[in-house]
C-alpha cells in the first residue's frame, strides 16, 4: 500500500510513539510525509479562543517528544498545535484540508478491568473518516479477562 | 454520551477573525514578539470552526515560555554549499556542539591531575640532560663529568620551587598563577610582565616539547630526520584539534602517555643502575673526540645549568589549577605537586647519571635518553615502546600549554588586557580562539626554527623564571600584607624561592642572552605595551557606552529628516518612497543628475511618479555619485543640529551570489560611508530580483 500524507493525532500518552513509529516505517516505505498534531480541548465553560499557556506548553512537550521518536527513525515531520471544542471532527478537518491518505492513531491499553471503550475521537474518526485509518493499540501489561458479554 | 453534532450547533462564545492572530485582549492583527497567538480557521460546517495555536517554526524556534524563544541547533548549522561542507568537516573534527549548560567542572582525581598538569615537567627530563650535556661538551668529555652535579644543582632548585608553590596553593586555593599573584600583591604592571612571560613560555613549551618528541621519533626512525619539520607541524595540528574537542575528553587522553612514560623511564633508570652497580657498565658506542672549542669555565658551567633548568618549566602549572581538584583541592593539589617534583627529579638525576656512567656524548643525530634507553634496553620492542613512549608524552607536553595558554588569554581578556574574543568559549566549551592562536604561533616557531630543540631552548627558562621570581615575591608580599597565622615561615619559603629563581634568572639570562634571550627580553616590554593599549581602549570603551554616565556628550536628536537617494525612477526606488512616506510625513527624494539639460525632464517625470513627494535634485558635473551625496546629507546635518538624519536607501538584489559581480556596489560603499557620520542612520529597503 502506498501513502502520500500521513496524520498522527497525538494525545500525550506513552502510545504516541509507537503511533509515530509505525507511521514512520510506513511513510519511509511509500516516501509519504508525516504530520503530528495535537489537539487541545476547550470546554464549553470558556471561550473556544482562550489562551491556557499551561496547555499550549504542555502541547509543545507533547509534539517535541514525538517530533524527536520521528527524526530517530529518519523522518522530519511537519506538527501543529490545535484547539477545538471536540478532538475528532478537528482531527477529520485537519485530514481534509491537507489531503492526507491515512491517519494512525494511537490506542492506550485500559485496565481489563474496565468496560473496553474506544475514546470518543477515535469513534469519530473511525466512524467518519474518508481515508484510511490504522489504530495502534498499545500491548496489554497484563492478560484480559475475557468478558461475558 | 454527548452528540456532538448536536453541540457544535451552537455558536461559539467570542469570534475570531480568520486567519489572523489575536491578542488575549481582543485587540485584532497585534503583533506579538514571541510569535504566539490563535489563528480561527473555518471548518466544512457552521460550529466546527477550530483555533491554529500560532507558533514559530519548530526546527528553528522554540517558545519555552511567554515572551522566551529558544534557538535550535538547526538554526546555527550554514545553509550555503561551502558553509555546509565546513560545517560538516567541523563536525567530524571537533565534534558537536555543547549547550552552555553541559558546562560542569569535572573534578580529578590526583593520579589524572598527575597527568593533566604535570606532562610538561616530567617530561622535560627528556631533553634537560641532553642540554647540559651539549653545553659541556665543547669543553671536551673530561668535562661530562660536571653534568651530575649540575643536574644536582637543578634537581635541588626545583625542591625549594615546589616547596615555595606549596605556600602558594594553600594561599590560592581558586587558583593561584603568576599573573593573578603578582598582580594581586605586587600591581598591574607586575602580573602583566608575568603573564607575558608565561604566554610566551607556553608557546616555546609547545614548539620545545613537539620538537623533542619529533626528535624522539627520528632516533628511533634515522629515515625520517628529512621530515622533522612537517612532522612536528603534524603534531601541533593534531594537538590543536585534540583541545579544541573540549579538555575534558583530552584529560582521559593524556593520561595514558604520562603513565606509560613514568613506567618506562623508571625501567630503564632501576635496570641502568642496576647494571651500573653490578659492574655491567657497558661502555656507550665508540665516539670520536669531539674538539675542545672552549677552556671549562664558570661561565662554560652556569652556561650548562642554564640551559638544565628548562627542567623547571611547568612547575607552576598545579598552582595555576587547583579548582580542578578533587575536594580537599589545596591538600590534593599540594600532594600531587610534590610527587610531581619528586618523579622529575628522579628522572632528571637519574638519566643524568646514566650518561655519564655509560659515557654518553650528545650526538645530532640520536638524542641522549635514546641513547640511555637503547645501551639498557638493547635495540628490541622494550626500546621502541621506551621511545614511542617519550615522544608521546613529549607531544603531549605541549597539552599543558593548551589548557594554560588560553585559560591565561581569557583572564587576560577578561580584566581587559587582551581581545575579548579570547575569552568566548566554543562550541565545545573551551576557548577555541586561544587554542587555535597558540597552534599558530607554535607552528611558526617550529618552522622558521627548523623543528630543532636546541635552536629553541635558548629563548625557553627565561620567561619560566620571570614568572617564577615575580610569583614568588608576590607570596612574599602577600604573607606581610595578611599576617596569618604562621606567616613568617610561609614568608621566609617564599622568600628563599623569590631569591634563588631570582638569582637564576640573572644566570640563565646573562648566558643565554645572545644565544636568544634578547628577543624574550624585548618582546615582554612590548607585550606589556600592548596590553596597556588595548585596556585603555577598553575602558575608554566602556565609559562611553555606560548608560549611567552623567557627562553625557549632547542630549540626543528630537527630530528627523528623512532621505531617499535615487539614481532613477525604477520599482526599488519607488519602494524605498513608499517605505520612507510611512516612517515620515514628509521625506525627500534626492536625486542625481549629471547634465543640467537633463532637470526639466526629470521633473515631468516625477510629477508622474513622484506621488507629490518633494525631490532635491543634485548635479553632479564630475559624474561622481558617493561624494555629492555624502557632502549633500553632511551640508542637512550642520544646518540641523538636533535632527537624526535617515537615510533610506532602495537596493535591490540580484538572485545568485555571481550576479553581483555585474551590479556596481555603490549602495554598499554609500552605506559604509554614511556609518561614521554621526546621528545619520541608515535604512535599506531591498528589492530582490528573481532568478
Request: proline fraction near 6%; glycine fraction near 8%.
Amino acid at each position: 500500500m502506498k501513502f502520500t500524507k500521513i496524520l498522527v493525532p497525538l494525545k500525550g500518552a506513552p502510545v504516541d510513539a509507537q503511533a509515530v513509529q509505525l507511521a514512520c516505517q510506513t511513510a519511509r516505505q511509500s516516501r509519504a510525509r508525516v504530520t503530528l498534531i495535537h489537539v487541545i480541548e476547550v470546554s464549553r465553560a470558556q471561550p473556544l479562543e482562550v489562551e491556557n499557556s499551561e496547555e499550549i506548553e504542555r502541547g509543545e512537550q507533547i509534539l517535541e517528544r514525538a517530533e524527536k521518536v520521528a527524526q530517530d527513525h529518519g523522518v522530519h515531520p511537519e506538527t501543529d498545535l490545535l484547539q477545538a471544542r471536540a478532538v475528532g471532527p478537528v482531527i477529520l478537518e485537519e485530514a481534509n484540508r491537507r489531503g492526507n491518505d491515512l491517519i494512525i492513531m494511537g490506542v492506550p491499553y485500559r485496565s481489563p478491568l474496565e468496560e473496553f471503550q474506544l475514546g470518543t475521537a477515535v469513534r469519530h474518526v473511525l466512524r467518519n473518516a474518508l481515508c484510511q485509518v490504522w489504530l495502534c493499540r498499545e500491548a496489554a501489561t497484563q492478560p484480559a479477562t475475557e468478558k461475558k458479554r | 454520551m454527548v452528540d456532538e453534532h448536536a453541540e457544535s450547533k451552537q455558536p461559539d462564545p467570542g469570534s475570531l477573525p480568520e486567519g489572523e492572530p489575536t491578542r488575549k485582549d481582543g485587540s485584532d492583527s497585534a503583533f506579538r514578539p514571541d510569535i504566539s497567538g490563535l489563528e480561527k480557521q473555518k471548518g466544512t460546517r457552521q460550529g466546527d470552526a477550530y483555533i491554529r495555536v500560532v507558533r514559530p517554526d519548530p526546527h528553528v524556534l522554540r517558545r519555552i515560555a511567554p515572551g522566551v524563544l529558544r534557538a535550535t541547533e538547526e538554526v546555527s548549522e550554514p545553509h550555503g554549499m561551502l558553509g555546509r561542507l565546513y560545517h560538516g568537516l567541523k563536525r567530524i573534527v571537533v565534534g558537536r556542539p555543547l549547550p552552555t549548560i553541559a558546562e560542569k567542572h569535572e573534578r580529578l582525581t590526583k593520579i589524572k591531575a598527575l597527568a593533566v598538569f604535570s606532562s610538561d615537567a616530567i617530561s622535560s627530563s627528556a631533553y634537560a640532560t641532553e642540554e647540559i650535556l651539549i653545553v659541556l661538551i665543547a669543553a671536551g668529555t673530561a668535562a661530562l663529568s660536571y653534568a651530575l652535579p649540575i643536574a644536582f644543582a637543578i634537581a635541588l632548585l626545583l625542591a625549594i620551587v615546589s616547596f615555595s608553590y606549596r605556600q602558594t596553593v594553600h594561599a590560592y586555593p581558586h587558583g593561584g598563577g603568576s599573573y593573578t599573584v603578582s598582580k594581586e600583591n605586587l600591581g598591574t604592571k607586575a602580573g602583566l610582565i608575568a603573564a607575558s612571560a608565561l604566554l610566551i613560555d607556553y608557546v616555546l613549551t609547545v614548539a620545545v616539547s613537539v620538537a623533542a618528541g619529533t626528535a624522539a621519533v627520528t632516533s628511533a626512525i634515522e629515515s625520517l630526520l628529512p621530515y622533522q619539520v612537517p612532522i612536528a607541524v603534524g603534531f601541533v595540528i593534531v594537538i590543536t584539534l585534540i583541545n579544541l574537542r573540549g579538555i575534558r575528553e583530552s584529560g582521559t587522553i593524556f593520561a595514558i602517555p604520562t603513565y606509560l612514560f613514568i613506567f618506562s623511564l623508571t625501567t630503564v633508570i632501576v635496570l641502568g643502575v642496576v647494571r651500573v652497580f653490578m659492574g655491567g657498565a657497558t661502555p656507550a658506542p665508540a665516539h670520536t673526540e669531539p674538539q675542545v672549542v672552549e677552556p671549562l669555565t664558570i661561565f662554560l658551567l652556569l652556561h650548562a645549568f642554564a640551559s638544565g633548568s628548562v627542567a623547571m618549566s611547568g612547575t607552576e602549572a598545579i598552582s595555576n589549577g587547583v579548582p580542578a581538584f578533587q575536594p580537599p583541592e589545596t591538600k590534593n593539589a599540594a600532594i600531587t605537586l610534590t610527587w610531581m617534583s619528586s618523579i622529575l627529579g628522579f628522572f632528571f638525576m637519574g638519566v643524568t647519571f646514566l650518561a655519564g656512567s655509560f659515557g654518553i656524548v650528545p650526538t645530532g643525530t640520536e638524542t641522549v635518553i635514546s641513547q640511555v634507553g637503547r645501551t639498557v634496553l638493547g635495540n628490541g620492542l622494550p626500546y621502541l615502546v621506551f621511545q614511542a613512549a617519550t615522544a608521546l608524552i613529549l607531544v603531549l607536553a605541549a597539552n599543558t600549554s593548551f589548557a594554560d595558554f588560553p585559560r591565561l588569554s581569557s583572564i587576560l581578556a577578561r580584566d581587559g588586557f587582551m581581545p575579548r574574543q579570547l575569552s568566548f568559549r566554543g562550541d565545545r566549551l573551551a576557548f577555541s580562539n586561544g587554542i587555535i592562536m597558540l597552534g599558530f604561533i607554535a607552528s611558526i616557531l617550529l618552522v622558521v626554527f627548523g623543528g630543532s630543540t636546541h635552536a629553541l631552548i635558548p629563548l625557553y627558562a627565561v620567561g619560566v623564571f620571570i614568572s617564577f621570581t615575580l610569583s614568588q615575591s608576590g607570596m612574599v608580599r602577600h604573607w606581610w600584607r595578611l599576617r596569618e597565622p604562621g606567616w613568617r615561615k610561609s614568608m621566609v619559603i617564599n622568600g628563599l624561592g623569590a631569591l634563588l629563581t631570582g638569582v637564576v634568572l640573572i644566570v640563565v639570562g646573562s648566558v643565554k642572552f645572545m644565544g636568544g634571550a634578547w628577543m624574550v627580553l624585548v618582546l615582554i616590554p612590548i607585550l606589556v605595551w600592548i596590553f596597556n593599549m588595548i585596556h585603555r581602549h577598553y575602558q575608554q570603551v566602556a565609559e562611553q557606552l555606560d548608560p549611567s554616565r552623567t557627562d553625557k556628550k549632547e542630549p540626543p536628536p528630537q527630530r528627523q529628516v528623512v532621505l531617499v537617494p535615487i539614481a532613477e525612477v525604477n520599482e526599488p526606488a519607488l519602494r524605498a518612497l513608499e517605505y520612507a512616506r510611512s516612517i515620515s510625513s514628509h521625506p525627500v527624494a534626492v536625486r542625481l543628475i549629471f547634465e543640467e539639460s537633463d532637470v526639466d525632464a526629470i521633473r515631468k517625470q516625477w510629477i508622474r511618479w513622484g506621488d507629490g513627494t518633494e525631490l532635491v535634485l543634485l548635479e553632479s558635473p564630475y559624474r561622481s555619485f558617493i561624494e555629492p551625496l555624502l557632502a549633500y546629507i553632511e551640508q542637512v546635518r550642520q544646518h540641523n543640529p538636533d535632527t537624526y538624519v535617515t537615510v533610506v536607501l532602495p537596493e535591490f538584489l540580484p538572485a545568485r551570489w555571481w550576479e553581483h559581480i555585474l551590479h556596481n556596489q555603490s549602495a554598499l560603499r554609500l552605506k559604509a560611508a554614511l556609518l561614521f557620520l554621526p546621528n545619520t542612520i541608515t535604512i535599506d529597503v531591498p528589492y530582490h530580483l528573481r532568478a
